[in-house]
């Protein structure tokens, strides 16, 4: 009797251990396939940089610290400089590979804390967090633009940008404020002949 009920607890033990084993293995699974959803919500497919959607609340995360603490931030909004061209001339492959190798780019030249996402289309935007009035802003801005002026892209030769800066202001009552400043600063850019970094005034 004593012997029975001991192989019983044995295949007990068996059984809990292999359950506990499934339970450990299927636990890290969902953990591996929710880090692959979240990776996949906030990361554009193409480049592999940050989405719109994740810089949005990146933006109000800096803009309610900004009014917490006075620190600010400065926002680039970078557009390719006639990107519809080299769609047209070499197609949306060579397209493609281009917004890879300028994210690749803006990922060199901008630090750590930087938070770089694609804005849309061929638009990229890179948030400068703990930037005091702007501090440095346009020596990044002009760091960014000569490292993509100076780049060679195997499948069209040479690209340019055009960026507008904008930096956070006390005075502002939402976090679009800032972007809609760099967004006027770009087409000022644009306007005056591309290849430029052009601040919000």
Not at 75 to 85: C, E, G, N, P
Not at 111 to 126: C, I, N
């Amino acid at each position: 009797m004593t012997t029975v009920l001991l192989a019983h607890e044995r295949e007990l033990a068996a059984v809990n251990q292999s359950l506990e084993a499934q339970v450990l293995q299927r636990t890290e699974a969902l953990e591996t396939a929710n880090l692959e959803l979240e990776r996949l919500a906030t990361h554009d497919p193409l480049t592999g940089v940050h989405n719109r959607r994740h810089f949005d609340t990146k933006l109000l995360e800096c803009f309610q610290t900004s009014h917490r603490t006075g620190t600010g931030f400065a926002v680039l909004l970078l557009d390719v400089d006639h990107f519809k061209q080299v769609n047209d001339t070499h197609g949306h492959t060579a397209g493609d590979t281009v917004l890879q190798q300028l994210a690749h780019l803006l990922g060199e030249n901008t630090r750590s804390v930087d938070f770089l996402a694609r804005y849309g289309g061929e638009e990229f935007v890179v948030l400068l967090p703990h930037t005091p009035g702007g501090e440095g802003s346009m020596a990044v801005a002009e760091k960014i633009r000569t490292a993509i002026a100076t780049a060679e892209f195997p499948e069209i030769g040479h690209m340019t940008v055009s960026i507008g800066v904008s930096v956070w202001n006390p005075a502002d009552t939402h976090a679009g404020a800032i972007v809609k400043r760099a967004d006027k600063a770009l087409y000022q850019a644009k306007d005056a002949g591309r290849n430029q970094a052009v601040a919000a005034t």
